[in-house]
């Protein structure tokens, strides 16, 4: 396995918390983007799955709003489900070029299950909490850019 596939793979917990904060000023920068309480995302679950959309509860760290949508409201989700993005974060705080050109980011199977079914109301947010730097993707867009592929299974006992 290549050692940067190694490397990727023992610095997920970090990234973890690295994630949390990237979803904090994503949340600060950009109005659209909404941080889900637990409540919350167990509204969006039920909601996706009543329109049969499975959606893992880890697979998405923040949500995208397209217009106003009430999170606390069944029925104003309901109304306006369209209107969702689901967004997994994914961030460094390494010193990267801007279009994070040679790093390596890890997605679990949950992320990639969820982006295929949702399609368009998923997007993978890839965010330097150092520089700032963000770019948003569906699953087709990181598939065309990514320069390699590793596939991997973490096992945690």
Same mark, same amino acid.
């Given at each position: 396995?290549?050692?940067?596939?190694?490397?990727?793979?023992?610095?997920?917990?970090?990234?973890?918390?690295?994630?949390?904060?990237?979803?904090?000023? !994503?949340? @600060?920068?950009? /109005?659209?983007? $909404?941080?889900?309480? &637990?409540?919350? *995302?167990?509204?969006?679950?039920?909601?996706? +799955?009543?329109?049969?959309?499975?959606?893992?509860?880890?697979?998405?760290?923040?949500?995208?709003?397209?217009?106003?949508?009430?999170?606390?409201?069944?029925?104003?989700?309901?109304?306006?489900?369209?209107?969702?993005? !689901?967004? @997994?974060?994914? /961030?460094?705080? $390494?010193?990267?070029? &801007?279009?994070? *050109?040679?790093?390596?980011?890890?997605?679990? +199977?949950?992320?990639?299950?969820?982006?295929?079914?949702?399609?368009?109301?998923?997007?993978?947010?890839?965010?330097?909490?150092?520089?700032?730097?963000?770019?948003?993707?569906?699953?087709?867009?990181?598939?065309?850019?990514?320069?390699?592929?590793?596939?991997?299974?973490?096992?945690?006992?």
């Amino acid at each position: 396995m290549p050692e940067k596939v190694v490397e990727a793979l023992l610095t997920e917990a970090s990234r973890n918390q690295t994630a949390k904060r990237a979803a904090a000023l !994503l949340a @600060e920068r950009d /109005s659209r983007f $909404r941080v889900p309480t &637990a409540a919350q *995302k167990r509204l969006l679950l039920v909601e996706f +799955a009543k329109r049969n959309l499975v959606v893992y509860g880890k697979a998405f760290d923040i949500v995208k709003l397209l217009a106003e949508v009430n999170l606390n409201d069944a029925e104003d989700i309901a109304r306006n489900l369209d209107q969702l993005v !689901l967004c @997994e974060i994914k /961030s460094t705080n $390494r010193k990267l070029p &801007a279009d994070f *050109k040679g790093y390596f980011f890890a997605l679990t +199977a949950a992320e990639m299950l969820v982006a295929q079914n949702l399609k368009h109301q998923f997007q993978f947010i890839f965010y330097n909490t150092t520089s700032g730097d963000f770019i948003e993707l569906q699953l087709n867009a990181v598939f065309a850019k990514a320069r390699g592929i590793y596939p991997t299974w973490s096992v945690c006992f």
